[in-house]
């Protein structure tokens, strides 16, 4: 059973601009000082370029951000 | 270690917050009295009674005859009349039933007797059985006639009988006895413990016969319970002391028998509890009627109380308020945070959350200083390495562009004579570069033949406000080397802030505000019709001692034509705007409450739009254009000085984060070519982004000039997503410490952005890391 | 004294929630498996034998067991509910204030972020020390209050109401018969685990223990090493 946060992109319509393909959601792991946490990104499945939705960005991970560093 | 427990301690010990207020301190009991007057003004006769009968020995008794010394140290003597504390205790005690019970406690196997059955020895008497301890007291004639000599008031009382039926019930045993030598050393043969109650038997010695602390005569004696002696030689019964004597003398028998130290912890001393009563208005003491209080006036004589408190810094200061707490308890939690190692620091905001301006220190008659407390705490924790990363880098990295190639000017006066050095500052470059040089031209015509050089620089304070003194100590050193190649001269700061830096990366070199320079020139050409008729003053926190800054000030603005008052925040005990300390970048919410502090009631919330408000005249650019930033109008010196070149007007804002780059590379750039105003750019050539937009941006500390780089690293390389409906491109790239995401489109040759946001956490695939191929059978769920 | 059983009352405190539990498993609780090797370590150095008989109070999904069994040990799971899907060489499902095993079974008996559920921790901890073998370890890691500021415990729901400080948790061990061998201080821990709460999307009611401001909930996380005398 898996626990980790999905996150798709905010908006349809996103495909990787170097490969034209499809993004797929990929499992990666989100680092920041001395904590890591899994989560499942839109990746581009050639290249794996990899994308954080804003939703993502401004939401859980300024959050998580500030807990890990106890600010 | 930065911390130093007997330093912290010490600093600790400052605040008084938790010293007793002078009521408890007179009372030899230490009652309560704040708390016992608290319960009565919310009508919990209950919980006072309560509180009486654990503190005082036969409190019945006592709230009869005690000679309440709480009343005359009460500081509503002056404002009404002390409150009438022994009238409500009386009212406590009458009214209500016994609120506790005494726990009964194991028999103790050692046995005491008390001699002589005055207010001392029954007090010890009390509170021995109370305590477990078989008591026996041994009296003169009627076992209740040595009290009612010394106190004839009790005569009749029902409080009398009660106590002694009490004693019965607990055991205690009372036998009449000639009370003379044979009987003492009868009883120093038999019991484990002997008191000698001063005031019902000859036997007792002098008072300066014990020991002072103890009451202890000698071997397994102690005495209690002496006459007090005025000047004129009257002799008197001090109530109050007579049974504190007996209970002290009963503490000291415990310790005795049980073989155990005297002295230890038996009790604080406290230094004084500061009040202000300034303010305070008088109101009338509430006299009891014949009868006594009736729950209604003893309510009401109860709200008289003033509750004394110090909190005068946490009542001035916005952010001692948010951790509803005071300088004694934030001492203990920042101390507790440094000595985590690798712990959880809870204790972080707090610390970062001070703006260092020193108003606490001036407020606290014992000049307790949070400043110094948070930033040793700072230091600490940069040096273990256990701060926050994202709670001033956005301040340090804007400190190092400020210093930066694009920013930094040392330039001398044209003719070679190096006689002043103008330091605006690095915040004032940024907001009003044209007044800059105006100011520049000024002194130069008013200081002809000297020589006035420029020096465009932050002065480093960030760095020492985020506890990082090396940082600071380098670029002292750069701008020492930049001073020094000036010819060593006069330093003259625009920003006091500035001051107390460049004097620490200085000392050699006198540094003093600009304003005291200019202030007997003739003021500079140029209509002053569109100024405001009045002012309110507001001093920058960093100027409070300086007398020279203060009073330059006001001189330059009535010069100007502007009458001017003092706001609220003014001279020693003005505070800060929530720029100091880095707090405005830590947590901007907490910097503009503490911004808010100070304001005059007309400049309330509700009332500051409206059009006749009056503004505030500040001489830090900082306070100016946050409290516009607040809807507060509000203008600069500057202002007044050089009409037209800075704010058109006490309501306009100051400029963003983005635009306050711009500036200061625009004014390095006019200082260059010599031109008399700065044209910064409004924007990015090629970036077209709606204001909205950067209001957001600027909000999230994501500066243009990320944005550009992003855009224009992630468009060159190709490395972006596209979508098929909009047409955006979306890419991110992570120059330092922070992923930029940027979502855009190309436009003639420049770009459209759409949006923008930022994250710290690194994530593979993504800012400069994109573009790895990626095995899709590791990474299934 | 006992476990909960049966669906939480509303407002329940996280750590007795067993759906927050069942799920938790490894990743969530407070320095994960590589705590237990820390705490193992120490008690290896205190003269642990290794691999050993371990009983993992509290033992949930069963990872500190599989931890335990790669290693070469023989583990047993207790728990109110356990979850384990028969990877670990036996889990019980009772009671810890009433286990049924015999006397001396164990080396070594575990206890992570266990023993604050409970109100009585005395009797779970005679029961630890019954089944543990003469001179056998207790190995322990738990929230406690720290400092001197206030302890503000909050009205019995939250996390924290099972933390006690440092001195009581040694106390309760030492009226079992452990004597405290070594502490270590864990607090960053808690830290990370409340960020991990957030990122995963458990939400705790009410305030996690990390959520202090100003140092007025001042919870750490300890891990301590005792032997039954």
């Avoid at chain 2, 014949?290 to 729950?295: I, K, L, R």
């Avoid at chain 2, 260059?672 to 937009?693: E, I, K, Q, R, Y």
Wanted: negative net charge; contains cysteine.
């Amino acid at each position: 059973m898996s626990l980790e946060p999905n996150y798709a992109p905010d908006e349809a319509g996103w495909e990787c601009g170097n490969c034209h393909r499809p993004l797929e959601q990929g499992k990666v792991q989100a680092c920041y000082l001395d904590a890591a946490f899994d989560v499942l990104l839109p990746r581009c499945p050639v290249c794996g370029l990899t994308m954080i939705p804003k939703s993502l960005a401004e939401g859980k991970m300024v959050e998580v951000e500030a807990l890990v560093e106890e600010k | 270690m930065h911390f130093d427990q007997q330093h912290l301690h010490e600093t600790e010990a400052r605040c008084t917050q938790e010293s007793p207020p002078q009521c408890r301190q007179a009372c030899p009991f230490s009652l309560d009295v704040r708390a016992f007057m608290q319960h009565c003004a919310k009508g919990d006769f209950g919980q006072a009674r309560r509180l009486l009968e654990r503190n005082l020995p036969l409190p019945d008794v006592m709230g009869l005859i005690c000679d309440h010394p709480c009343e005359t140290a009460c500081l509503r003597r002056d404002l009404g009349g002390s409150c009438a504390i022994g009238d409500l205790e009386r009212f406590c005690l009458a009214h209500l039933p016994v609120q506790s019970r005494p726990l009964p406690m194991p028999p103790k196997r050692f046995s005491i007797a008390v001699l002589g059955a005055g207010l001392a020895g029954l007090a010890a008497v009390w509170n021995l059985s109370r305590n477990g301890y078989p008591v026996t007291c041994l009296h003169g004639g009627e076992r209740t006639s040595a009290l009612l000599a010394r106190h004839p008031q009790l005569a009749g009382a029902k409080a009398v009988g009660d106590v002694f039926e009490a004693l019965d019930r607990a055991g205690v045993k009372f036998a009449e006895s000639s009370l003379d030598e044979a009987s003492l050393a009868q009883a120093m043969e038999s019991f484990d413990g002997v008191l000698l109650d001063a005031d019902a038997t000859t036997l007792a010695p002098r008072f300066k016969d014990v020991d002072a602390a103890t009451l202890l005569w000698r071997d397994k004696c102690c005495a209690a319970g002496w006459l007090e002696t005025t000047p004129t030689g009257h002799r008197y019964a001090s109530a109050s002391r007579q049974a504190n004597e007996g209970r002290i003398a009963a503490q000291t028998l415990e310790r005795v028998v049980a073989k155990v130290s005297l002295t230890a912890s038996r009790g604080d001393t406290f230094g004084p509890l500061h009040i202000d009563i300034s303010g305070i208005a008088p109101a009338p003491r509430i006299e009891p009627g014949p009868e006594g209080f009736t729950p209604d006036t003893a309510r009401k004589e109860a709200e008289r109380c003033l509750e004394c408190q110090c909190l005068a810094c946490v009542k001035a200061c916005a952010y001692l308020r948010k951790y509803q707490g005071y300088p004694k308890v934030y001492t203990r939690q920042i101390s507790n945070n440094a000595s985590i190692v690798k712990g959880h620091h809870q204790a972080n905001p707090l610390i970062e959350g001070c703006c260092l301006c020193g108003k606490c220190t001036e407020l606290c008659p014992e000049n307790f200083s949070m400043a110094d407390l948070c930033l040793m705490a700072r230091e600490d924790m940069v040096a273990r390495a256990y701060d926050p990363p994202s709670a001033h880098e956005f301040a340090i990295e804007d400190m190092e562009s400020a210093c930066g190639p694009e920013s930094f000017l040392s330039q001398p006066d044209p003719s070679g004579r190096q006689r002043w050095l103008l330091f605006p500052g690095c915040q004032l470059a940024a907001s009003r570069g044209a007044q800059v040089l105006a100011l520049l031209r000024h002194l130069r015509k008013g200081l002809p033949g000297d020589g006035v050089g420029l020096l465009l620089s932050c002065c480093g304070v960030p760095a020492k406000w985020a506890g990082r003194p090396n940082l600071h100590a380098r670029m002292g050193k750069r701008l020492a080397e930049a001073v020094a190649a000036q010819g060593n001269p006069v330093v003259l700061a625009a920003c006091a802030s500035c001051m107390e830096s460049l004097r620490q990366h200085l000392p050699g070199t006198e540094v003093r505000s600009v304003w005291e320079t200019i202030r007997d020139m003739p003021l500079p050409e140029g209509a002053r019709t569109g100024l405001p008729k009045s002012l309110w003053v507001r001093d920058p926190c960093s100027a409070r001692h300086d007398a020279a800054w203060l009073d330059s000030v006001r001189t330059l603005a009535r010069k100007a034509g502007v009458d001017v008052e003092d706001s609220p925040s003014a001279g020693r005990t003005t505070g800060c705007c929530g720029y100091g300390g880095l707090v405005w970048c830590v947590d901007p919410e907490l910097a503009d409450s503490i911004a808010e502090d100070g304001l005059p009631p007309d400049l309330a919330p509700e009332k500051r739009g409206e059009p006749d408000a009056r503004p505030v005249l500040a001489s830090c650019i900082m306070c100016r254009d946050r409290l516009v930033a607040e809807g507060v109008p509000a203008l600069h010196l500057l202002d007044l000085l050089f009409p037209g070149t800075g704010a058109a007007s006490a309501r306009e804002r100051g400029p963003g984060l983005s635009a306050r780059r711009a500036g200061r590379i625009a004014l390095r750039r006019a200082a260059l070519d010599g031109s008399d105003v700065p044209a910064p750019l409004a924007g990015v050539p090629g970036l077209d982004v709606d204001a909205a937009l950067l209001a957001r941006l600027e909000e999230r500390h994501i500066l243009l000039e990320d944005v550009a780089e992003t855009v224009q690293a992630v468009d060159a390389a190709g490395r972006y997503f596209v979508n098929s409906v909009t047409g955006h491109r979306l890419g991110s790239s992570r120059p330092r410490r922070v992923t930029f995401w940027v979502e855009y489109s190309p436009k003639d040759g420049g770009f459209t952005v759409h949006d923008a946001w930022c994250h710290r956490m690194v994530i593979p695939g993504c800012g400069s890391d994109a573009g790895q191929p990626w095995n899709r059978q590791e990474d299934a769920p | 004294m006992t476990l909960l059983e049966g669906p939480p009352p509303a407002g329940d405190a996280l750590w007795n929630r067993q759906d927050f539990r069942a799920v938790a498993g490894d990743a969530l609780r407070p320095g994960g498996l590589a705590l237990t090797a820390a705490g193992v370590a120490l008690c290896r150095e205190s003269g642990l034998g290794f691999p050993c008989r371990v009983l993992d109070m509290g033992c949930g999904a069963g990872a500190t067991l599989e931890w335990f069994e790669k290693q070469g040990c023989t583990a047993w799971g207790l728990d109110v509910a356990p979850k384990c899907d028969g990877n670990a060489h036996g889990t019980i499902r009772a009671d810890a204030a009433a286990m049924p095993l015999k006397d001396a079974l164990f080396d070594l008996v575990v206890c992570e972020c266990v023993l604050s559920l409970f109100s009585d921790v005395g009797t779970v901890l005679e029961g630890a020390v019954r089944v543990l073998e003469a001179g056998g370890m207790l190995l322990c890691s738990d929230m406690y209050l720290r400092g001197p500021s206030s302890p503000c415990r909050a009205d019995g729901v939250s996390c924290v109401a099972g933390a006690r400080s440092r001195d009581e948790w040694e106390a309760l061990f030492a009226g079992a018969g452990l004597r405290t061998l070594h502490f270590r201080d864990h607090s960053r821990e808690l830290a990370l685990l409340a960020a991990r709460l957030v990122w995963y999307g458990i939400s705790p009611c009410g305030e996690t223990p990390c959520d202090a401001s100003g140092g007025r909930r001042p919870v750490g996380y300890g891990l301590w090493v005792a032997r039954r005398s």
